[in-house]
Nanobody, 118 residues
Framework: VQLQASGGGLVQAGGSLRLSCAAS????????MGWFRRAPGKEREFVAA????????EYADAVKGRFTISRDYAGKTGYLQMNSLNPEDTAVYYC????????????WGQGTQVTVSS
C-alpha cells in the first residue's frame, strides 16, 4: 500500500488549503493515520492524527484550532484542512499510518509542498 499526499500549493498568510492523503491498494486498514511536516532546515514534526476506529483526533499545539484532520467513511482517504495559515506552516507535508499502538508510522509517500507567503 502506498500513500500519496496532494493538495499543496502557494497561499498567502491567512489563507487555507486542504490536503488529501490517498491510499492505493486493496485491504487498506490502519490503527492511526498521521500528518507530518518538514520545514527547510528542520526535523520532521508531527502535525495531526486520526484513529481509524472512532475517528478520535490528535493535534500538535502549533496547529490546534487552525487545522482539522478527517477521513472519508471508508477510511482510505485522509484530509487535512488548514486554515489561518502563516509562513511558519511552510513545509513539505507527508502522511503515513500506524498499523498498531506500538508500531512506527509507515507507508510514507511523497509529500506535498505547502508555501505560505507573508
Amino acid at each position: 500500500v502506498q500513500l500519496q499526499a496532494s493538495g499543496g500549493g502557494l497561499v498567502q498568510a491567512g489563507g487555507s488549503l486542504r490536503l488529501s492523503c490517498a491510499a492505493s491498494g486493496r485491504n487498506f486498514s490502519y490503527y492511526k493515520m498521521g500528518w507530518f511536516r518538514r520545514a527547510p532546515g528542520k526535523e520532521r514534526e508531527f502535525v495531526a492524527a486520526i484513529f481509524y476506529r472512532g475517528g478520535d483526533t490528535e493535534y500538535a499545539d502549533a496547529v490546534k484550532g487552525r487545522f482539522t484532520i478527517s477521513r472519508d467513511y471508508a477510511g482510505k482517504t485522509g484530509y487535512l484542512q488548514m486554515n489561518s495559515l502563516n509562513p511558519e506552516d511552510t513545509a513539505v507535508y507527508y502522511c503515513a499510518v500506524k498499523k498498531g499502538l506500538s508500531t512506527p508510522y509507515m507507508n510514507w509517500g511523497q509529500g506535498t509542498q505547502v508555501t505560505v507567503s507573508s
